[in-house]
């Protein structure tokens, strides 16, 4: 099992370092309805507090701080007094019975100090789960990294299982040898309906290997921007096995390896056994408004995210359908690869024309290819990250497990994900595999946990974790 320290304790021997500091709060991690959650907080002696509970962890930012408290119409302040000479105070409330169990509350002390810039401070949340059952695997998460967690979290933060920060790249995907071309090129953008796939190698997206979400598409144009409007435009993105190679014979000037691009037929572009994702299918509204200091224009992305595997090339596939209102007026920067030759194809796509558009719903082989690669603009976000528990003993030969009961503080756009394992020894010998299912460790004495974070983009929208209880019959 997994106990808490003894909160009194610990706050006694941070007193020295609370000056002009966060107070210092601890409470019971878990506790059955009818017994009893003990609290201690720890600030500068005389300091009035107070102590606010919420069904919800938040986030939210007040008073130029972090609550882990939603705010929700069920906080409430349930205990206030006045810090004693030391700066602690303890208390013990009473838990009814009435409580429903797997219920969590969320809990964070505020201190009055006329020294703090909003004259208050609060100190971490907390969180106490209500138990259904007396035996439970509980994580009190004090200090992760003293309780010896691994994995990718922030290791500095204590306290709770915090995601690292979301950090976010540009590419301007432009690659060595090719030879702008004079002309605008229409590409997605033509008036009279198509269908394009681009491809773009793993080198030329600047890969590291590491898996990235792209959070955004841009395109360059060839001069002015002029506003337009197309009634519905399908772009997937999937991975590709297809690299197209450039390199030229020195002695015939064309191309080494013509066949090294995208194929006519659209569905073999995409890598195998996978399902391009579609992150736009909707009306596209061109603003020359819209055009960034860099010159780019933005794709729209309005659906699924798209996670990059790090090391495969990247396959665009637009569908624009004709549309009366289009005046297709706008064109692309494009680059040449090969001068002497259309191949390989770095594009491959059908158009229709005046008179005859195209369903690009309808076609699944291309017209024409050729190594026009269409100069774009890619945003790449590192949002993952992950904390695995030390192998936590059940206590039993044979347990079964129910599935984690988490106090969580989730940002917009974030998320946290949990998998579990078991395994005989408290040194992870013969482990099950890793899965979502809780019971699928059944049968294994030793349990251990892997939260899955994913950070939202807007600043400070890290998930974390401030405890856990995992039911053990």
């Given at each position: 099992?997994?106990?808490?320290r003894?909160?009194?304790?610990?706050l006694?021997?941070l007193?020295?370092?609370?000056?002009?500091?966060?107070?210092?709060?601890?409470?019971?991690?878990?506790?059955?309805?009818?017994?009893?959650?003990?609290?201690?907080?720890?600030?500068?002696p005389?300091?009035?507090?107070?102590?606010?509970a919420?069904a919800?962890?938040?986030?939210?930012?007040?008073?130029g701080?972090t609550?882990?408290?939603?705010?929700t119409?069920a906080?409430t302040?349930?205990?206030?007094?006045?810090?004693?000479?030391l700066?602690?105070?303890?208390?013990?409330?009473?838990?009814?019975?009435?409580?429903?169990?797997?219920?969590t509350?969320?809990?964070?002390?505020?201190?009055?100090?006329?020294?703090?810039?909003?004259?208050?401070r609060?100190?971490?949340?907390?969180?106490?789960?209500?138990?259904r059952?007396?035996?439970?695997?509980?994580g009190d998460?004090?200090?992760p990294?003293?309780?010896?967690?691994?994995?990718?979290?922030?290791?500095?933060?204590?306290?709770?299982?915090?995601?690292?920060p979301?950090?976010?790249?540009?590419?301007?995907?432009?690659?060595?040898?090719?030879?702008?071309?004079?002309?605008?090129?229409?590409?997605?953008?033509?008036?009279?309906?198509?269908?394009?796939?681009?491809?773009?190698?793993?080198?030329?997206?600047?890969?590291?290997?590491?898996?990235?979400?792209?959070?955004a598409?841009?395109?360059?144009?060839?001069g002015?921007?002029?506003?337009d409007?197309?009634?519905?435009?399908?772009?997937?993105?999937?991975?590709?096995?297809?690299?197209?190679?450039?390199?030229?014979?020195?002695?015939?000037?064309?191309?080494?390896?013509p066949?090294?691009?995208?194929?006519?037929?659209?569905?073999?572009?995409?890598?195998?056994?996978?399902?391009?994702t579609?992150v736009?299918?909707?009306?596209?509204?061109?603003?020359a408004?819209?055009?960034?200091?860099?010159?780019?224009?933005?794709?729209?992305?309005?659906?699924?995210?798209?996670?990059?595997?790090?090391?495969?090339?990247?396959?665009?596939?637009?569908?624009?359908?004709?549309?009366?209102?289009?005046?297709?007026?706008?064109?692309?920067?494009?680059?040449?690869?090969?001068?002497?030759?259309?191949?390989?194809?770095?594009?491959?796509?059908?158009a229709?024309?005046?008179?005859?558009?195209?369903?690009?719903?309808?076609?699944t082989?291309?017209?024409?290819?050729?190594?026009?690669l269409?100069?774009?603009?890619?945003?790449?976000?590192?949002?993952?990250?992950a904390?695995?528990?030390?192998?936590?003993?059940?206590g039993?030969?044979?347990?079964n497990?129910?599935?984690?009961?988490?106090?969580?503080?989730?940002?917009?756009?974030?998320?946290?994900?949990?998998?579990?394992?078991?395994?005989?020894t408290?040194?992870g010998?013969?482990?099950?595999?890793?899965?979502?299912?809780?019971?699928?460790?059944?049968?294994?004495?030793?349990?251990?946990?892997?939260?899955?974070?994913?950070?939202?983009?807007?600043?400070?929208a890290?998930?974390?974790?401030?405890?856990?209880?995992?039911?053990?019959?």
């Amino acid at each position: 099992m997994i106990r808490a320290r003894s909160h009194a304790l610990l706050l006694v021997a941070l007193a020295a370092l609370l000056p002009a500091q966060a107070p210092e709060f601890r409470a019971t991690p878990a506790v059955l309805p009818g017994g009893r959650l003990d609290l201690a907080v720890l600030g500068a002696p005389n300091q009035p507090y107070v102590l606010l509970a919420d069904a919800d962890g938040g986030p939210v930012r007040a008073l130029g701080q972090t609550l882990f408290l939603g705010l929700t119409p069920a906080c409430t302040a349930f205990d206030s007094g006045v810090l004693g000479p030391l700066g602690l105070v303890q208390r013990a409330i009473p838990v009814p019975a009435s409580v429903a169990g797997g219920s969590t509350f969320y809990l964070q002390a505020v201190v009055v100090d006329p020294a703090a810039p909003s004259g208050l401070r609060v100190s971490d949340g907390e969180s106490t789960i209500v138990r259904r059952q007396p035996r439970g695997i509980v994580g009190d998460l004090l200090d992760p990294v003293l309780e010896g967690y691994t994995g990718t979290f922030d290791r500095q933060v204590r306290g709770r299982l915090q995601a690292m920060p979301g950090t976010t790249r540009v590419q301007r995907v432009l690659p060595a040898g090719g030879v702008p071309f004079g002309q605008p090129v229409s590409g997605p953008l033509a008036p009279h309906g198509v269908r394009i796939q681009m491809v773009y190698r793993a080198a030329d997206l600047g890969a590291n290997g590491l898996p990235e979400e792209l959070v955004a598409i841009r395109w360059l144009p060839f001069g002015a921007v002029s506003d337009d409007v197309y009634g519905r435009l399908q772009l997937s993105v999937s991975h590709s096995t297809v690299v197209p190679d450039y390199t030229i014979d020195p002695w015939s000037a064309l191309p080494m390896y013509p066949n090294s691009g995208l194929g006519p037929q659209f569905a073999a572009n995409v890598k195998p056994l996978e399902v391009p994702t579609v992150v736009h299918d909707g009306q596209y509204a061109i603003r020359a408004s819209d055009r960034r200091a860099d010159g780019f224009m933005p794709y729209p992305m309005n659906r699924d995210a798209f996670f990059y595997n790090g090391f495969d090339s990247l396959l665009l596939d637009f569908r624009m359908v004709p549309d009366s209102r289009t005046r297709g007026v706008n064109g692309q920067q494009v680059h040449l690869m090969v001068m002497s030759s259309p191949d390989p194809n770095s594009r491959v796509y059908a158009a229709g024309a005046a008179g005859a558009p195209l369903d690009p719903f309808a076609v699944t082989t291309a017209q024409r290819g050729d190594n026009s690669l269409h100069e774009i603009q890619l945003e790449f976000a590192q949002r993952r990250s992950a904390a695995l528990t030390p192998w936590m003993d059940s206590g039993l030969p044979a347990p079964n497990y129910d599935p984690a009961i988490v106090a969580s503080s989730v940002p917009a756009g974030a998320s946290i994900g949990i998998e579990y394992r078991g395994a005989d020894t408290a040194q992870g010998a013969n482990p099950t595999p890793w899965s979502t299912i809780s019971w699928m460790a059944a049968g294994k004495r030793y349990l251990q946990l892997r939260f899955l974070f994913v950070s939202g983009t807007a600043a400070g929208a890290m998930p974390s974790v401030d405890g856990f209880l995992v039911p053990v019959r």
